[in-house]
């Protein structure tokens, strides 16, 4: 089956056998034990008058030209099939190995020296992985968008299992240890199947290739020197093999598993800072993320360019002297910093979010800090690296040190949630 008719309509889609008519469980249990395909060690368990329930394993489509590109190189390794996507429109041609610049048209896409017009292309491969884009390998295909702004994206088309291996070493050091890949493979799955789930009925992609979704570095990129880095590994893959089809779940649904880098010491309300966070993104301590060294962390800046940057937003003409800043909330209790600026003759209330947004670009490690004002500073003492809520990367190596399983890494994260295996 090509790839393209894998897309989220088959992730969906479920099977049952037709000889049973009764209602199926949402999804069979989490085995802690199911290292191999489920289906085969749920089937001689299960009594006969129940179905198996089975879903068809599905294509996850991630814009690797986050925020759209003016142009981008294309690399493709052997033969491959360029196809237009819009039914009235059907360009179809053939070629062998080679590189080229994808750039807009008015109306298409130009391709090297070939132009095309239709405003989507699938490049389909005879081999995978064989598709570089800006330097980044990856596997299944590509599709190229001529956007309506004028500019070009990349998304790359492919099932989840074969996306979760560069997941897993993208968002995760290799070091860290194997329990804790495996609960980064289970929380990255998740997320992603969510968002393709929510994903709108027009949209093109599901997940972004950065941050702001999951960071996904394909099999291997160049850095800015031209040097091979590898994108995923032997570790990464079998991370997440030997979770394959594992999601956490909550009422018989997937959920947004948010997750960061380091907590702090404890997780933060999930509603506080996302509003699809449900209940189970609820606070809980975390001590195992200490050997972070963002675990606590201190930073500074100017006290005139804090002024500058804290109040310029919300303030109409001249900035006034900041006197004093408050913290009416305390940093460390599951819940966002809240400071009042007192300015003139005015106070300003800002969360910790606004002002790590406002600061320079990584000064601010996490939206939970104190303030401290000083004559010609200001300091910040923080906790936590990232918005702090759900699973945190470092407290999951913590309690792999220690020597607890994967599963009970996760569900630590996700108070109330469960675990169960998508059998594809
Ligand atoms: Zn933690």
């Known amino acids: 089956m090509s790839l393209a008719c ?38 001689a368990k299960v009594p006969l008058a129940s179905r198996r329930v089975v879903v068809n394993e599905p294509a996850i489509r991630v814009n690797v030209t986050p925020g759209g590109a003016d142009s981008f190189q294309l690399e493709v390794r052997g033969h491959y099939r360029m196809v237009s996507l819009s039914d009235d429109e059907k ?71 074969e996306y979760l291996a560069s997941v897993v070493d993208s968002e995760m050091p290799a070091k860290f240890p194997g329990e804790a890949r495996k609960a980064q493979a289970v929380v990255a799955r998740t997320y992603a199947l969510y968002q393709a789930q ?20 394909g099999v291997e990129y160049r850095d800015a020197t031209g040097r091979r880095l590898a994108g995923e590994s032997e570790s990464s893959r079998r991370a997440v093999a030997s979770t394959r089809g594992v999601v956490c779940q909550s009422g018989g649904k997937l959920f947004c598993t948010y997750y960061s880098a380091v907590c702090g010491g404890r997780t933060v309300e999930g509603k506080l800072v996302f509003k699809d966070a449900i209940d189970c993104l609820a606070p ?15 930073a500074e800046i100017d006290r005139t360019a804090f002024q500058k940057r804290a109040l310029e937003p919300v303030s109409r003409g001249a900035l006034s002297d900041i006197r004093s800043i408050h913290q ?18 005015r106070v300003a209330t800002v969360t910790g979010i606004d002002l ?69």
């Not at 301590?285 to 201190?298: K, N, Y």
Request: contains cysteine; glycine residues 8%.
């Open 6 to 43: 894998l897309v989220l309509i088959a992730f969906l889609t479920i099977r049952t056998s037709p000889s049973d008519q009764k209602p199926p469980p949402p999804l069979q249990s989490f085995v802690r034990s199911a290292a191999k395909p489920a289906a085969k060690e749920s089937t």
């Open 91 to 161: 360009p179809q041609a053939n070629f062998d190995s080679g590189s080229v610049k994808v750039t807009p048209t008015k109306h298409g896409l130009k391709c090297g020296t070939h132009e095309y017009a239709c405003r989507q292309l699938e490049i389909i491969p005879s081999q995978s992985p064989a598709i570089r884009v800006n330097g980044h390998l990856y596997r299944g295909v590509v599709r190229l968008y001529r956007r309506t702004d004028g500019k070009v994206s990349a998304v790359n088309v492919l099932p989840v299992e």
């Open 198 to 217: 929510q994903a709108d009925s027009l949209a093109v992609y599901d997940l972004l290739s950065s941050q702001r979704s999951q960071k996904y570095l």
């Open 284 to 298: 809980v301590d975390c001590e195992w993320c200490r050997e972070s060294p963002h675990f606590r962390w201190t």
């Open 328 to 345: 009416p909330v305390e940093v460390g209790r599951g819940s966002i910093p809240r400071f009042e600026i007192h300015h003139g003759t």
């Open 356 to 424: 790590r947004e406002r600061m320079p670009t990584g000064l601010l490690a996490s939206p939970h800090f104190r303030i401290d004002l000083e004559p010609s500073r200001v300091t910040f003492t923080g906790r936590g690296h990232g918005h702090g809520v759900g699973f945190c990367q470092w407290g999951a190596k913590g309690q792999a040190d220690s020597g607890r399983p994967y599963d009970q890494i996760v569900l630590h994260y996700y108070p109330g949630a469960e675990l169960v295996t998508l059998d594809y």
